[in-house]
Every structure is written in C-alpha cells, then in structure tokens.
C-alpha cells in the first residue's frame, strides 16, 4: 500500500498576503477558488514538489502561525538562499548542528532536539548530506526549514 503525503493546510490570517508571499517565494499557483465569502481555498506546490500547501477561509480552526518545522529539500542550500533572498524572501544564514541532523522551526528559530545538538554557522564542514540547513517564515509565522541532501540516503 502507498501512503503520499500530498497536502499540507497551513493555518493564515490574510489570504491574500499568504497568496502574495508564496508567489514571491516561487511555490505554483494551482487553485484560488472562492465559493462564498465563507470558503475559499487557495493550494500551492513547491517547485519540484509532489506535495502541496492549501489555505484559505474556513480551512482549519489552527491559530495562523502554528505550523512549524516544514521542510523542503534542495540540491544546492547557497543556490536555493540566493534565489530566496534575491526574491526579497527574509531567510536565515546557513548553518548546521555540532551533534545531530534534525532541527525544529518554532517561532522563527531553530530548536534542537537533542543532546549535544547546537547550531553552527556555515556549511557542514564536510557538506555531507542533510548536513546543512537555513529557516524561514511565512508573515503569520508558519516555520520553514531548507535542508540541503544531495544524497539519499539507502531506502530513499
């Protein structure tokens, strides 16, 4: 049995400034359809994405903001920040963890999990896959995370 992760909803608190800074980020516009002024859904995907975003009016009794530790995968994390912030898109440096490769996204900082994680500026210092990392937000807050792989690993 397959079982695809296919759609995230994200809770926002202004349709159309989400709509504004999804666009701006490079995610695809797939729908914006309104039924009433009491449903409206608008459904993004990520470039190279299989799976989606979806917002909008009465979608989710989430508070705006509350998603955090969403992550997109890139091939190249100093290509994909450039773009982003060449795109006018607040992100942070890169980085990456002294002791672990997992990192959370809460509140527009990176929170680690375990012992002896800590974050360190720059690259992984070998650039081993799923090594380095940088954040960003939404403007209500929904936490980003790019996680550069450039190797699977087995099984994937």
């Not at 982003?84 to 607040?90: F, H, N, S, Y």
Request: a negative charge; proline letters at 5%.
């Amino acid at each position: 049995m397959d079982l695809k992760l296919e759609l995230i909803v994200l809770p926002v608190s202004d349709i159309d400034r989400a709509k504004a800074f999804y666009e701006k980020v490079g995610f695809r516009l797939d729908v914006d359809h309104t039924v009433n002024e009491d449903f409206r859904v608008v459904h993004f995907t990520p470039p190279g994405s299989e799976c989606s975003i979806i917002f909008g009016e009465a979608m989710t009794s989430t508070a705006p903001g509350t998603t955090q530790s969403l992550y997109l995968v890139v091939s190249d994390i100093e290509e994909a920040r450039a773009e982003l912030v060449g795109r006018g898109i607040e992100v942070s440096e890169i980085f990456h963890d002294a002791g672990g490769l997992f990192h959370g996204h809460e509140g527009g900082d990176v929170t680690h999990y375990g012992p002896g994680q800590e974050r360190l500026a720059g690259l992984h210092p070998e650039r081993a896959s799923y090594g380095s990392f940088l954040t960003f937000s939404d403007p209500d807050g929904n936490g980003w995370v790019l996680q550069e792989v450039s190797q699977r690993l087995p099984g994937r």
